[in-house]
């Protein structure tokens, strides 16, 4: 009797001290994992009740997406090329919410690559517009007369050739793959980054040719801001050079025209769509340009500060990354502007680790870059990672650009991953979304939400992400204000919306 | 003149405040990479003179390789899948350095898949051996008469077979096809996990029917480890759930038994070649496995602890991750066994962020295991990468493992980039080298040092990682001092031997 009692109890002191340990290990789990929740991009965001339940619905349809792809990897479309499942896309529950919802501003665009390929299409069937067929490259430029440049084999009108061709659509689809990176050729899909950016210049090439022309410029530019504000996007800041532009008569206007006619058109845009409150420009040079070309484009950049202060946001240095000539090139051009504007410099576009590629990042953050463009490479460099969290310097991240351009396949390795749970200061933006048949932004905000970050990611990263575009842009307080007024207003819409619409479907 | 002067020192002051600001800038970069540098992975060793003189030997080689793929991306290897180049690495200059460095020891491999699948074939020649081909897989079993296991067709001795086809090669050609992943279809290079996985298992499958015949599975281990001391390494801790094996008439050995064969099988290797130190086991069980019978494996982990102390390094749990049950379900087991022996969990082998996968590695670390086996997800997770860092817990990367495993494509972005940069305790290892017919560590070693590291890490590296696998091995002091000897002698006739050879070849 009493050897049971000490063994009853001997079991019951064995229970306790398990319990009690498992316990401390239950604590100590909880506090682990929620620290790292405290840490992601958007655990701040306090939802009111209505996006609670608004949040409920998204990831209602988030986990079921993910969830199913966990149990069939082999459908699962965001380890393939974006051109592999784009059109796939509109079916999921989950991008069609994010499609409706007001997403700030976008901060990282190339103007010639804002418009949809279809509206571009439509553009060439402006009249005066000449094409040159080279061998597999397409110039176009709209003229009176045959235009003067160089070409190959003969200028003449598109809409003789298209009239000529005795079957117009087939006519335009061929012409599309010109204006278009868009293709399901799985080769063109496996190249490697200087065959897909050579391919990505030809387009460029094509397209710009289109551009220079005063007119269609003024219908593109409008029709580029309609994309963005049609996929609730209430501000842009536009990467451009500023060509020169010119008349069907030959007359040109130089890049302060060009400025103006920015300024004029988006006027135009905000009296007839009044809750779009306006773009910047971030006058950009290629880096492949002498240093003498670029000291001319950042003068450029101080005489539009000058003029059109309220225009101009600052200065980049574009072009592919790896080819260009590295930011220390630049350098005391650099730090002599660096007194007069503010810098959004790309870096870290690259997966050459340890070339002078690489460290433009350091660079860009040592000129005091106002943020980085990719930044792609930052997790390979924990010192400027250091110093982009110390300065709060916002990292513009393009994971459909990522994919398409040759960085990355499966986007569960791009390292927005890590950014989100590092909690950095992520925006997210599309870089050239024309150019890839990409939305203006929904896409690129699809994929980064279901396909990079993290199953348990919610709402309130979505709104943070929002949040962070007004925040990080280069607009004064009193713009962000007004933007932050826009986004609060439609935000409210869309959580209704959300809710009301989730009733009839689920 | 007065003005001229003026002039002149407003020019000179104008001239030496851009040359201090430049100065300062420069200093601010150097700093900046310097820490970087500092930072990064190897850095903390020093060179003597004739090391100096191999890494330039190296760094020769190897900057030339990486610059040339920098010019041609096209042709670059890294970004491909490894059986897309496996044939090609034999060329490279790097490589051979490589293959001669010793490694120190091997901390993450497993039992089966240790041995090259030539040896492997070699040994489907032994007598008695039978085969059931079934629906595209392959069973392989020693007995001397017709095996009792199920074949959904029928058991014919496999040298029957051979002899019956009228063509060995081609059948031996076939044969090899169930002994390894290795292909140059390119479909099974694209496909998802599980595909993977399954022929991975299916592999596992045919192999682990040929060893459980104890005296085949005597030579494999001898051979294994033959193939692992010819790539220079002098110490393996095998992981191994230790199976029964049987003899030819049905006779079968325990668990234990099974034991005692690698430690004689050992002690006659060491006999051969005296410079190899010896084994140590890592007992695993299947992660898909009942807790009931993880228990009952653990079980055997404490007696072996017991009774071969020496040979027990602690316990793993293995398969693929994703559809194996998390660490979690095991918590009141493992915790209990945490106060009898250590652990070496495998953790975050997954692409799926924020699922009970990925949670593995939390656990892991809470279980206080000694190192990671792949945390491929870790820089998803800083609070686990701080509790790595600060309990000094290793990470055994198997960069190609990662690659045929279908976690990642180009190199570049395997998160080993990062572990490095952040200088995190890395040691390399294989995984399955038998499956996808690598070296036992030298094509891991050169994907790493070649494909993943910065273009401007060096033989400080290496170095530093094979140190690294002797300072996180399971040895005791003793141990570590033992094969930290064998290593210094070895590495300074392989410093020697490079230097020598350069002379004759560049
Ligand atoms: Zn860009
Ligand atoms: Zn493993």
Redesign the interface.
């Known amino acids: 009797m009493h050897g049971l009692i000490i063994s009853a109890l001997l079991f019951l002191v064995g229970q306790t001290s ?1 319990r009690v ?2 316990n401390k ?1 239950d604590a ?2 909880h506090i ?2 929620s ?2 929740a405290e ?1 992601f991009l958007g655990s701040g965001v306090k939802l009111t009740e209505d996006e609670a339940k608004a949040n409920d619905i998204l990831m209602h349809w988030k986990n079921k997406e ?1 969830d199913e792809a ?1 149990a ?3 459908h ?1 479309n965001f ?1 393939k090329h974006f051109f592999a499942y784009r059109n796939d896309v509109s079916k999921s529950k989950v991008y069609q919410i994010i499609k409706k919802m007001p997403k700030g501003a976008a901060l990282h665009v190339h103007a010639s690559m804002m418009l949809d390929v279809d509206s571009l299409l439509r553009l060439t069937y402006e009249d005066h517009l000449y094409a040159c067929y080279g061998d597999g490259d397409l110039q176009l430029r709209f003229a009176d007369t045959v235009p003067a440049q160089l070409c190959p084999f003969e200028w003449n009108l598109l809409s003789d050739l298209r009239n000529a061709s005795g079957d117009v659509a087939a006519f335009d689809t061929e012409l599309r793959k010109h204006l278009t990176l868009y293709t399901d050729d799985e080769d063109f899909q496996n ?5 897909t950016w050579e391919r990505f210049e030809k387009v460029y090439i094509t397209v710009a040719g289109i551009l220079k022309y005063r007119p269609v410029r003024e219908k593109f530019i409008y029709e580029s801001l309609k994309n963005f504000y049609d996929d609730n996007v209430m501000y842009v800041e536009i990467r451009s050079g500023l060509h020169e532009l010119h008349e069907l008569d030959g007359t040109v206007h130089d890049r302060m025209y060009f400025a103006t006619l920015y300024e004029r058109v988006t006027e135009q845009f905000m009296q007839d769509y009044p809750d779009f409150i306006g773009i910047k420009l971030i006058l950009t040079s290629s880096r492949s340009k002498s240093p003498e070309m670029v000291r001319q484009r950042i003068e450029l950049g101080r005489r539009l500060k000058k003029e059109n202060p309220e225009f101009f946001a600052g200065f980049d240095l574009v072009g592919q990354e ?1 080819r260009g000539r590295p930011l220390s090139e630049f ?2 051009l650099l ?2 502007a660096k007194e007069d504007m503010d810098f959004y410099f790309h870096g870290g576009e690259t ?5 002078a590629t ?2 433009n990042m ?2 860009a ?2 000129l005091g870059t106002k943020r980085i463009g990719h930044a792609y490479a930052l ?6 990672l250091a ?1 982009v969290r110390e300065k709060d310097i916002a990292l513009e991240v393009n994971v459909i650009s990522n994919v398409v351009l040759s ?4 986007v ?2 791009h ?1 927005l ?2 950014y989100l ?2 909690g950095l200061p992520v925006v997210l933006s599309s870089d050239d979304p024309g150019a890839w048949e990409a939305d203006p932004m929904s896409h690129d905000f699809y994929v980064a939400f279901v396909g ?6 919610d709402l309130r990263l979505l709104k943070q992400l929002a949040y962070n575009s007004i925040k990080y842009s280069a607009l004064d307080n009193k713009g962000k204000i007004r933007l932050f007024n826009v986004f609060v207003r439609r935000w409210e819409e869309f959580v209704k919306d959300v809710i009301a619409n989730d009733s009839l479907e689920v």
């Open positions: 398990a340990l498992s290990y100590d789990r682990l994992l620290q790292e840490l993910v966990f069939n990897p082999e699962y380890s190249s490697d980054i200087n065959t790896d350098l005391p730090m002599e997966n050459w680790f340890g070339t690489d460290e350091v660079d953050v040592l997790m390979k460099h924990p010192m400027v110093k960085l990355v396949r499966d569960r390795n390292p991953a890590s749970a590092f990079v970050a993290s199953r348990q990611a």
